[in-house]
């Protein structure tokens, strides 16, 4: 079986019959979400799916998930998601898929955080994966040459037909080409600092249990 499958599946036996679950986004988390939505299916699962993407939100109502926004419930009870590097001290970078904002936004608001990923997403160090940072268009090449001189190599995220990127917040991504992240708590506090900055893919002291696809079949790390 594919690798991001696996931890896909395996990741959606956590979701009980009444909980508000987030829906994910990316290749790993569409596996999870095809899953969640044949158990609703074929189980008769009754739950609430908060989306972190309108690529999900399409998935998901195509499954015939029910769905409600962010802001039409208490909290979330568990959000399963993917993730682009996980370090030895389960802090990750994520936003590869350019949904970082809303993931980030349904990760806080959640009492429990599933991360799904093939083997190949486990690093000694988080950086080599550049770096999302959103940002808000008015302004972005200044933050751009600040980046530039910083150091980090930046290179503002564009579409397969080389349009500059747009999020489903409306935003830019630059990508910090960093290689390691020796301080990811420090580098995190200074990207939030900074004006401009809507986000980053910093996710730090977020996730309670990673489900790691692997060749032996699904390793379940409890943090
Ligand atoms: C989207 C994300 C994804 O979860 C991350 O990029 C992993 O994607 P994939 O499962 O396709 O490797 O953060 O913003």
């Given at each position: 079986?594919?690798?991001?499958?696996?931890?896909?599946?395996?990741?959606?036996?956590?979701?009980?019959?009444?909980?508000?679950?987030?829906?994910?986004?990316?290749?790993?988390?569409?596996?999870?979400?095809?899953?969640?939505?044949?158990?609703?299916?074929?189980?008769?699962?009754?739950?609430?799916?908060?989306?972190?993407?309108?690529?999900?939100?399409?998935?998901?109502?195509?499954?015939?998930?029910?769905?409600?926004?962010?802001?039409?419930?208490?909290?979330?009870?568990l959000t399963i998601d993917g993730a682009d590097e996980i370090s030895e001290d389960f802090q990750g970078i994520k936003g590869g898929g350019a949904a970082l904002l809303f993931e980030k936004i349904v990760a806080t608001?959640?009492?429990?955080?599933?991360?799904?990923?093939?083997?190949?997403?486990?690093?000694?160090?988080?950086?080599?994966?550049?770096?999302?940072?959103?940002?808000?268009?008015?302004?972005?090449?200044?933050?751009?040459?600040?980046?530039?001189?910083?150091?980090?190599?930046?290179?503002?995220?564009?579409?397969?037909?080389?349009?500059?990127?747009?999020?489903?917040?409306?935003?830019?991504?630059?990508?910090?080409?960093?290689?390691?992240?020796?301080?990811?708590?420090?580098?995190?506090?200074?990207?939030?600092?900074?004006?401009?900055?809507?986000?980053?893919?910093?996710?730090?002291?977020?996730?309670?249990?990673?489900?790691?696809?692997?060749?032996?079949?699904?390793?379940?790390?409890?943090?």
């Amino acid at each position: 079986m594919n690798l991001k499958q696996m931890a896909g599946i395996e990741a959606a036996k956590y979701v009980e019959d009444g909980m508000i679950v987030g829906l994910g986004t990316g290749s790993t988390a569409k596996f999870m979400v095809d899953e969640i939505g044949r158990r609703v299916k074929e189980e008769g699962l009754s739950i609430v799916g908060v989306t972190t993407s309108k690529e999900t939100e399409r998935q998901a109502q195509a499954l015939g998930i029910p769905l409600k926004g962010i802001d039409e419930v208490p909290y979330v009870d568990l959000t399963i998601d993917g993730a682009d590097e996980i370090s030895e001290d389960f802090q990750g970078i994520k936003g590869g898929g350019a949904a970082l904002l809303f993931e980030k936004i349904v990760a806080t608001y959640s009492k429990k955080c599933i991360w799904i990923v093939d083997e190949s997403k486990l690093v000694k160090k988080l950086g080599k994966f550049p770096l999302p940072v959103e940002v808000v268009p008015y302004g972005s090449q200044q933050l751009v040459r600040l980046f530039e001189e910083k150091g980090y190599s930046p290179i503002l995220r564009t579409t397969t037909d080389g349009e500059t990127l747009i999020t489903d917040g409306g935003h830019y991504i630059i990508d910090l080409h960093l290689e390691e992240i020796d301080d990811p708590i420090a580098l995190g506090a200074y990207l939030d600092q900074l004006v401009g900055v809507v986000e980053h893919g910093l996710f730090l002291q977020i996730v309670s249990t990673v489900i790691v696809g692997g060749e032996a079949g699904p390793n379940t790390i409890h943090v």
